[in-house]
């Protein structure tokens, strides 16, 4: 009979066996409020997530913790998305919580990212399109809200660091419904003051509070700017659309002005280092042109300059020998053509050389006259020939062929029988 009854440590990792392996159970996604929320100094939160009618117990790991943009309390309500266990110790069931968000910013949550998605698959993101922020601002704007800590914070960071800087500000709402358009008319203002830098941001706040910042035409109107723009929107965890699309992003207001314009006391260390170089620079230069001036007087030819003249002088003593030398070898040689040239017989009997070359005309002659046809045909002979070709031979012609017989007086044609 007793083997009918099991443990309860087997019935639990029975439970937890079917649990874990329900398909249904892998995601869950829950609403409620929360409430017994703890802390765990390791980063792990411990909560229970109940509506009107029961509850469960939630976890939510350190890794997956620290990626929620606020920090739980009891009474909130809250979306979150996790699995179903059950935690054998105890034998209760409970979720293990992946992501959490404030329940109303769903939505606002999910609108950010398309809208993200959207704005990075066209280009706006991108760092080729982003301006460099000028490293001393003589005229910087600010479009924020006129009261409140950040402009506060933005003008006595400013002229706490470099008082030279001139600051613009182009009052704008930054919360509400009426703040995107608002955000944009002051934007378009201030990039027609010929300014070098733009702030543009608000203090810190919940997701709704900056959400004009993540509006598509605040955004546009950041990337079309032509004026280099810092985005300093809430707190150093927020993140929104236009801190993106902005040429720089500072973690707050405060952090936009300091990264807008130089610390005073850098710059002037910075001078100082600058005019102690040029100094150092300068001092080398002079020393090493002074140490080759007085290189250049020590020299021997500086010291004794005829001897300049002297050398040059020894060399053109030289090369006006070498001169006439070549000349006197140049007129030897022609003078012995010349007397080889009026020494020759040639020239003392020019008529023999004429009648040699007469003779040899006159027996290239007579044997042109030999070898003529014309010879031949006062001779007696005559000359046959067909198609303007001389016959050689009786096998060139046949029966009917007409031929041409040229004699000493002209020509006949005649006909082959």
């Known amino acids: 009979m007793q083997d009918k009854y099991i443990t309860v440590t087997q019935l639990t990792k029975y439970i937890k066996y079917k649990i874990d392996n329900d398909i249904n159970l892998q995601e869950v996604y829950l609403k409620g409020e929360i409430s017994n929320f703890k802390a765990h100094s390791r980063g792990h939160f411990y909560f229970t997530i109940k509506d009107e009618n029961t509850r469960i117990n939630a976890i939510m790991f350190q890794f997956q913790a620290r990626n929620i943009k606020f920090m739980p309390e ?15 110790t105890t034998g209760a069931y409970q979720i293990y919580v992946d992501e959490m968000l404030e329940d109303g910013v769903g939505n606002l949550y999910i609108a950010y990212e398309q809208l993200k998605k959207k704005l990075e698959e066209e280009g706006l993101f991108k760092e080729i399109y982003k ?45 509400g419904e009426l703040a995107k358009d608002d955000i944009v008319k002051q934007l378009k203002k201030a990039d ?12 810190g706040g919940s997701i709704e509070d900056l959400w004009a910042f993540n509006e598509e035409i605040v955004a546009r109107a950041i990337f079309e700017c ?6 300093a929107v ?49 001092t ?35 090369i006006i020998e070498r001169l006439k030398h070549s000349i006197n070898i140049i007129i030897n040689n022609n003078d012995k053509k010349l007397i080889e040239l009026t020494n020759s017989y040639i020239l003392k009997n020019p008529s023999q050389l004429i009648d040699k070359k007469k003779n040899t005309y006159m027996n290239l ?6 070898l003529s046809p014309l010879l031949t045909l006062k001779r007696g002979y005559t000359i046959t020939k067909k198609d303007n070709k001389v016959i050689k031979s009786k096998k060139q012609v046949k029966k009917g062929d007409n031929l041409t017989i040229d004699f000493e007086d002209g020509s006949i044609k005649t006909e082959v029988i």
């Open 365 to 370: 002659l007579s044997k042109l006259e030999t």
């Open 284 to 318: 080398n230069e002079i020393k090493n042109y002074r140490n080759r001036l007085n290189d250049l007087t020590n020299r021997n030819i500086l010291k004794n300059p005829i001897t300049i003249y002297q050398t040059k002088e020894l060399i053109f003593d030289s």
């Open 74 to 88: 009891d009474g909130m309500k809250v979306l979150v998305r996790g699995k179903i266990s059950v935690f054998e």
């Open 226 to 231: 032509k004026t280099p723009i810092i985005s």
């Open 234 to 282: 809430g707190h150093e965890i927020d993140f929104t659309i236009s801190d993106f699309v902005a040429d720089l992003r500072a973690p707050t207001p405060t952090g936009a002005a300091e990264m807008a314009v130089p610390q005073l006391n850098d710059v002037i260390n910075y001078l100082n280092q600058i005019n102690i170089r040029l100094n150092n620079t300068l």
């Open 192 to 203: 027609s003051y010929n300014l070098d830098t733009i702030i543009v941001g608000r203090g």
């Open 131 to 175: 301006k460099k922020i000028p490293k001393i601002p003589e005229r910087i704007g600010v479009v924020t809200a006129p009261t409140g800590a950040a402009i506060k914070d933005i003008i006595s960071t400013i002229k706490r660091r470099w008082p030279l800087t001139e600051i613009y500000l182009f009052p704008s709402l930054v919360q």
